[in-house]
């Protein structure tokens, strides 16, 4: 439980307490800002950002491009618009994206692809998630009239749905130059990039170095409340701000969210190594009981996920009887569950979720 300076009332406490109670490891997006964050937010210099004016938005992207070694970058308030604006910048209407079959801009992002740049996606499945340039080079359309073109290939890094599986650099690396030598621009889905960075111990610079573009998020393992980046060229960055405009994104005095996002971005990435010993060690608990399947050692980072079919029960019943017990933790389908470790989330309080996934699965 962390604790703030400043005074609480009777509601605050007991919505701490019950914070503190129960064990959330629904996903980390469900981290809540740290005290020094909430007083940088308090404290943040501001400005209207639409006017390119708030002095902590300026800094952000300024810190976000220097990062990752790129010229520019732009806040925006979520990691779907980032990934959104990112697809229509670089296609156009009537083109296929090549992305990985259980990709987050395919399943989880609303259609957005055909509806805001009018392409459709070539899902290709990879396993755990993860693509070879082999996978991609088959599903590049011919260039011939008669069929849709290939606009663009998306990749996932870490890659959610595939258990916060990382890119082997050099396969991302291969992937980039294949695209690159066919004419077709790459983006990244890096929503956790920082665990992946951590993951294989290189800078973010390194690993993502051959995209065209990087979309992150500060809101999910790093505990910022609110924002992404997206980081490229001068020209994409610029062309980004025009449909992060359209989107409804311009923000105003958004220097508060920045606040918070400069200590995500430049403090919190050194704590992700916890997040991952964590969710190794729930893995390797959770293989030893009986009728979950999982294979621990494909646990990379924060993400876990597992097949609970041999406990005869669904997913569904399991996430209900854990819920009880003070346990969140959701299912992706009725065999398949999925937990994510993070900040809030200490190893005392991974040995209680633990204690209760045995006593609703054993
Ligand atoms: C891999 C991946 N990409 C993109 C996003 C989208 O982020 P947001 O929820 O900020 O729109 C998520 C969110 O969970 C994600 O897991």
Request: aromatic share 4%; proline share 4%; hydrophobic share 40%.
């Amino acid at each position: 439980m962390r604790s703030s300076a400043a005074p609480r009332g009777t509601a605050e406490v007991e919505a701490e307490s019950k914070h503190a109670a129960t064990v959330d490891l629904r996903s980390d997006t469900v981290t809540r800002p740290t005290p020094a964050m909430r007083r940088a937010m308090a404290e943040a210099e501001v400005g209207d950002d639409v006017y390119g004016e708030d002095p902590t938005i300026n800094r952000l992207e300024h810190s976000a491009a220097e990062i990752f070694g790129r010229e520019a970058a732009i806040f925006v308030p979520t990691g779907t618009m980032g990934n959104q604006i990112a697809i229509k910048c670089h296609t156009r209407p009537g083109q296929e994206v090549i992305c990985e079959a259980r990709s987050h801009i395919l399943d989880y992002e609303m259609a957005m692809m055909a509806h805001f740049s009018g392409c459709i996606a070539r899902a290709v499945p990879g396993e755990d998630g993860i693509l070879r340039w082999s996978d991609i080079k088959r599903k590049i359309r011919p260039k011939t009239y008669y069929v849709a073109q290939t606009g663009l290939v998306e990749l996932e890094n870490t890659h959610n749905m595939g258990g916060g599986t990382v890119y082997p650099t050099e396969v991302a690396e291969e992937i980039c130059d294949g695209a690159h030598d066919a004419g077709l621009p790459v983006h990244l889905d890096g929503a956790r990039v920082f665990n992946a960075a951590a993951a294989l111990g290189k800078p973010v610079a390194e690993i993502t170095r051959k995209f065209d573009s990087v979309m992150f998020c500060l809101s999910k393992g790093l505990a910022a409340p609110v924002g992404s980046l997206l980081v490229g060229s001068r020209k994409f960055v610029d062309q980004a701000r025009v449909y992060r405009k359209a989107l409804g994104g311009g923000m105003r005095q958004a220097g508060i969210l920045a606040a918070a996002g400069l200590i995500a971005l430049e403090e919190m990435p050194k704590r992700l190594h916890e997040d991952h010993a964590n969710a190794r060690w729930m893995a390797e608990e959770l293989a030893k009981l009986r009728g979950i399947k999982l294979d621990a050692k494909k646990v990379a980072t924060n993400i876990v996920v597992f097949n609970v079919a041999g406990t005869g029960k669904t997913s569904a019943e399991i996430s209900r009887a854990l819920a009880e017990r003070g346990v969140l933790i959701n299912g992706i389908d009725p065999e398949n569950m999925r937990l994510v470790t993070h900040m809030d989330v200490d190893r005392a309080a991974c040995g209680r979720a633990l204690e209760a996934l045995r006593q609703v699965c054993g």
